[in-house]
């Protein structure tokens, strides 16, 4: 169908618009007739596009002989009004279909009431299905009602939301004018039900462990801290669930998993959300190399399920899942693209601490040798990861034993645990030193944690993947705004 005259022109003012659509809502108000909440849906739009998707099977002769009736309700998204007869698209949550509507079907009375509808109005019509001229499924009304007034008029079907930070700040909107936007949060929703299905299958145990925490831990990262006010206790959002499922492990629950929310008090970037959704999972007598395999494999398999293959595009550049992950050593991949060091300098404080200076890195006194590794390895070797590779051999000092990139992102890092107390313990320690000299995202020192890894936690592998990120990279998203359906934003001016 063709609807040129279903949006109000953009020059009209918007609040002018509004005023009218009140006082429609005020005369609805006195017929008694707003709001109504008893109409009862029996289809959805895009169960019958697909249910009667074959145009030659179901011609219009065919439907006609049918006389299937239905019950559907939607937003208006498009209304032509063609004198006795008029056409209209609404929109469910499963998609689209076009409404045929006739004085004479659905009473003349009706009809007239019809006609000051506006577009953004959700409305709930009876009708059988047949098909226009040009071939389009459609629901020939027999009864209509309106079920929501909508105040404000929707944006310019053509243009959409073209502010970008409107799209995040007004989401109800965006998922309404953006079938691609609506898109991207349902195939979230596949990816999170995927791995949890993956994990379940294996015997991993999906648990639900604190979200406010009496000691922040599990992650170096500035907490957000809040109060109990009947125990006058200060509380802090987690930042990493981490060391309650250790405890879990130490329990004897093996394999344990959580698909959790966390908190970080840091910058935002097209990459980073004050609060963030990970899995992180835990198996017992598992290496970090078999932790590489587990990662290699969901994410390979996830893809699989819910795209239907393994090669995918992510801003323009082809990233391929199918074939075995790159494992590389970070001093092996810093010496590739930094000829000038040798295996023996990326262990040699002095020698990196001078590339450093030769590349204009900024290095603090107190750097060890790992974190100069770790500083050159960013700079000359992150962002030329493209293909799947895993980066493992960290040093100590920066923790974890392997991660994962893609297209020069971090997606998830894996571990083999440290299940020592006392060198947890001494390494607590130092996290107080560093905390004490000023680093506000060293951790504290967890007491009680030291007292489950002295009950004994076995060997046991570690993972952490960010869901966020994961989603991004399966829906060729570049801004990690584009995968929360609401995203961290100041609040609007007044």
């Known amino acids: 169908m063709t609807d040129e005259n279903d949006t109000n022109p953009p020059a009209v003012n918007e609040n002018h618009l509004i005023a009218e659509r009140r006082a429609k809502l005020s005369a609805l108000r006195e017929q008694g007739v707003a709001f109504p909440n008893d109409f009862q849906r029996t289809h959805y739009a ?200 250790k405890r879990l492990v130490v329990g004897g629950m093996e394999r344990v998993y959580e698909i959790n929310r966390n908190f970080r008090n840091e910058g935002v970037s097209t990459r980073h959300n004050p609060e963030f959704t990970m899995l992180e999972l835990y198996q017992a007598y598992a290496t970090y190399v078999e932790i590489m395999d587990l990662t290699e494999s969901v994410i390979r398999d996830i893809a699989a399920e819910v795209l239907g293959r393994s090669d995918i595009a992510w801003e323009g550049t082809a990233i391929d899942l199918g074939p075995r992950f790159r494992r590389w050593r970070m001093d092996e991949a810093v010496c590739h693209h930094n000829p000038q060091l040798g295996i023996a300098d990326c262990s040699n404080r002095d020698a990196l601490a001078a590339h450093c200076a030769r590349l204009g890195v900024h290095v603090k006194a107190d750097y060890g040798w790992g974190r100069l590794l770790l500083e050159i390895f960013e700079k000359t070797v992150e962002h030329e990861l493209v293909q799947p590779t895993f980066i493992t051999h960290y040093p100590v000092e920066v923790s974890p034993l392997a991660r994962e990139f893609i297209l020069g992102r971090e997606i998830a890092n894996g571990f083999s645990e440290l299940n020592d107390p006392e060198d947890q313990a001494a390494r607590f320690r130092a996290q107080v030193d560093a905390k004490d000299s000023g680093d506000d995202e060293a951790m504290h020192y967890d007491a009680d944690y030291i007292r489950a890894l002295e009950v004994g936690l076995p060997p046991t592998g570690g993972l952490g993947i960010g869901i966020d990120r994961l989603v991004m990279l399966l829906t060729d998203s570049p801004s990690i705004r584009d995968v929360l359906l609401f995203p961290y934003m100041r609040p609007e001016a007044g």
């Open 46 to 245: 895009g169960d019958l596009q697909a249910a009667y998707a074959d145009a030659e099977r179901w011609n219009s002769e065919a439907l006609q002989a049918q006389g299937q009736h239905v019950a559907l309700a939607g937003r208006m998204l498009a209304k032509r009004v063609m004198g006795k007869a008029s056409f209209v698209q609404i929109q469910d949550m499963s998609g689209r279909v076009q409404l045929f509507l006739q004085g004479t079907a659905v009473g003349e009375a009706v009809y007239e009431a019809f006609k000051s509808w506006d577009v953004g109005d959700i409305i709930g019509v009876q009708g059988t299905l047949m098909r226009t001229r040009t071939g389009e499924l459609s629901v020939k009304a027999d009864a209509l009602r309106l079920l929501t007034k909508s105040l404000r008029p929707l944006p310019d079907k053509w243009h959409g939301l073209s502010d970008v930070e409107q799209r995040y700040r007004q989401r109800y909107v965006d998922l309404i004018v953006s079938p691609e936007s609506h898109a991207v949060f349902v195939l979230r929703s596949r990816i999170i039900r995927a791995m949890r299905s993956w994990l379940d299958t294996r015997n991993f145990l999906e648990v639900e462990t604190p979200m406010m925490h009496y000691i922040p831990g599990g992650a170096t990262a500035r907490p957000f801290v809040t109060h109990h006010n009947a125990l006058d206790l200060q509380l802090y959002l987690r930042v990493a669930p981490e060391l309650y499922l």
